[in-house]
């Protein structure tokens, strides 16, 4: 049986031109570790440095590994969320896409993985988390009887969220991979929608709006929705001084 060096040394060749050698070990958990520089051009002066670290015991440095808690600090909020700061010089999201990913953090990913150390959170970690929110029920009052699961798209975008979450825990070198890469994510059930047609628009919205509308109120919501594609709370929420002949502020 082939058995695994404790200690590899090979040379790396620098910008400069000058070659330096690198070393590279295992931890206590047969992880690989990332390579790091002797300083040294001589290999024979490599390994015994790499020997003195050994004897040492200063060869694998104890790099203390954040819970997820730690490391989940802030996230989310363009105030204090560093990785909201670096995609805004580079490739913004937007307000709403980030709301969105607020809410799936806060609602279904920050105390399920509050108290796991980063490394321990596995392939079949995630895929138990993603089995509990397929049969987590939602609803107002845990009495409530009308209480719904958890809808797969939701799933699946509470996934997107913890996916982009530890792909900058690799970045940040916590992590050497993503487990979230290896997860498959939900089926989801799509729905057909067809848009109306003009006949069909024309009916539903007469000239004399009392024969299809008892309430103007109505009338006025449903044309607004339309017109502009605005939410029933958009609509709810829009005061008259915010109207014009012309536009919508």
């Known amino acids: 049986m082939r058995i695994k060096a404790i200690i590899s040394v090979f040379p790396r060749k620098l910008a400069s031109g000058r070659r330096v050698y690198y070393y590279q070990c295992y931890d206590k958990k047969g992880r690989r570790q990332w390579a790091k520089s002797t300083g040294l051009s001589k290999k024979t002066e490599a390994v015994a440095y ?6 040492s015991g200063q060869l694998i440095p104890e790099a203390k590994m954040p819970t997820f808690k730690e490391f989940s600090v802030g996230w989310w909020d363009v105030n204090t969320c560093l990785y909201l700061k670096w995609r805004m010089l580079h490739d913004p999201i937007t307000e709403g896409t980030i709301e969105s990913h607020r809410g799936h953090f806060n609602n279904h990913i920050k105390e399920y993985f509050a108290k796991y150390w980063l490394d321990e959170i596995t392939t079949v970690v995630i895929e138990n988390w993603l089995v509990s929110m397929s049969e987590k029920k939602m609803g107002k009052n845990v009495r409530e009887e009308k209480k719904t699961v958890l809808k797969p798209k939701t799933i699946n975008h509470s996934l997107s969220t913890l996916r982009l979450m530890l792909g900058e825990a690799v970045r940040q070198k916590h ?25 069909e ?9 009392t024969a299809v509308w008892k309430k103007s109120v109505h009338y006025k919501a449903n044309l607004l929705a339309a017109c502009t594609g605005m939410r029933l709370g958009e609509i709810r929420g829009l005061k008259p001084e915010f109207v014009f002949d012309d536009y919508i502020d």
């Open 50 to 55: 790499c020997m003195g670290l050994f004897k």
């Open 175 to 199: 992590l050497k991979e993503n487990p979230c890469l290896a997860v498959k994510e939900l089926k989801e059930e799509y729905i057909d929608r067809e848009i109306l047609t003009v006949e």
């Open 201 to 209: 628009v024309r009916r539903i919205f007469p000239a004399q709006r």
